[in-house]
Structure formats: C-alpha cells, structure tokens
C-alpha cells in the first residue's frame, strides 16, 4: 500500500513562518513537535481528553492532536513556547510559578495556554469561568488549588497563597 503524500504547508507558529511537509493525517500536534522540534505542548493522551497538548489557533485554544496540521494552514499558531515576550514571562507563567502551581508539569503548558486564553476574552473571570475555562485540562498530580489560585494571581484577583477566592458559582466574595 502506498503512503499518502506529504504536502508543504506554511504555518505561522509563534510569530514566524514555518514550511513543512506533512501527511495529510498528521496532527499539529505531530508537526509541532516533530517537525519544529516544538516540544513545549504535550503528547498525553493523544485523543483529546487530557489538554496537555492545547495551542492557541487564531486566538481560541484548541486541542493539537485533535487538530490536523493542514487545517492551520494560514492561521496563527500560538504555542507555550510563544507566551514569554524575550525574557519576560508572560503574568500567567510567573503566578504559575510564584504560586507553585505545578508538580510534575506534564499539564502545565496546557493549563497556561487555556488559561491566558481566557484572560484575553474575559480578564477579570470568576472562579466558575476559571473552572470551565480550565475543565478540559487535567492534572495527572491534581493540584488543582494552585493552578486556579495562579490565574487568579494572574487576573489580579489575589497574591500568591490566598487563593483561590470565590465560590466557583460565578460570585467573588467581597
Ligand atoms: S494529548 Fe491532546 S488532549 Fe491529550
Ligand atoms: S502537575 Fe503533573 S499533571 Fe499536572
């Protein structure tokens, strides 16, 4: 049986342009990885159900290994390896780390691309729209108060080790 052709595609993937030769079938996680030598964005499950492997695609989080690498074609990609501007961490990364969200870290750059996503659209979220925003992203180490406590740091809502705030029912406490 023949193998189905590669075809060149341009990607723009944080800021620069890229082509490379894909397979039709081959995931943007794939390309990602593999062909950039992106490895910031994770292989976890690799059939959507854990988040370790989410990018940015025209701004929206998306799941790269449920993504074919032809469908972002022409379209901004934005991995974790894109969210520090040179050597300032993006705010979410340094709550992540002034917070101690992390233990091993498989999820983490998942986590962050989901939560800064969520910070553009919606800047100051309540613990419910973290909650939802953050649903598809699971922690293996399940060290789910840090990481909540870290976006809230993020969004301003508190300092590191008072968080999270809320009732996760879409109310803040005052
Ligand atoms: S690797 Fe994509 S959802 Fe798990
Ligand atoms: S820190 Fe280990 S999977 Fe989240």
């Known amino acids: 049986m023949s193998r189905?052709?590669?075809?060149?595609?341009?990607?723009r993937v944080n800021g620069e342009d890229h082509e490379l030769a894909v397979s039709p079938h081959e995931t943007l996680l794939e390309a990602l990885r593999y062909g950039l030598r992106l490895t910031g964005s994770k292989q976890g499950c690799d059939?959507?159900?854990?988040?370790?492997?989410t990018v940015r695609l025209d701004g929206a989080p998306v799941l790269s290994c449920l993504t074919l690498a032809l469908e972002a074609e022409g379209?901004?990609?934005?991995?974790?390896e894109g969210l520090a501007r040179g050597a300032a961490l993006d705010p979410v990364q340094a709550a992540f780390d002034e917070c101690g969200a992390l233990q091993c870290g498989f999820c983490q750059s998942g986590m962050m691309i989901s939560a800064r996503a969520l910070l553009d659209r919606t800047p100051s979220p309540t613990l419910g729209e973290i909650k939802e925003a953050l649903s598809g992203n699971l922690c293996r180490c399940t060290g789910y108060t840090k990481i909540l406590e870290a976006v809230q740091v993020a969004a301003g809502q508190c300092r590191p080790g008072e968080g999270p705030v809320g009732d996760g029912l879409g109310r803040r406490r005052t």
Request: hydrophobic content about 35%; some cysteine.
């Open 75 to 80: 379209r901004e990609v934005v991995t974790i």
């Open 4 to 11: 189905p052709q590669k075809r060149v595609v341009r990607l």
């Open 47 to 53: 059939k959507g159900d854990c988040g370790a492997c």
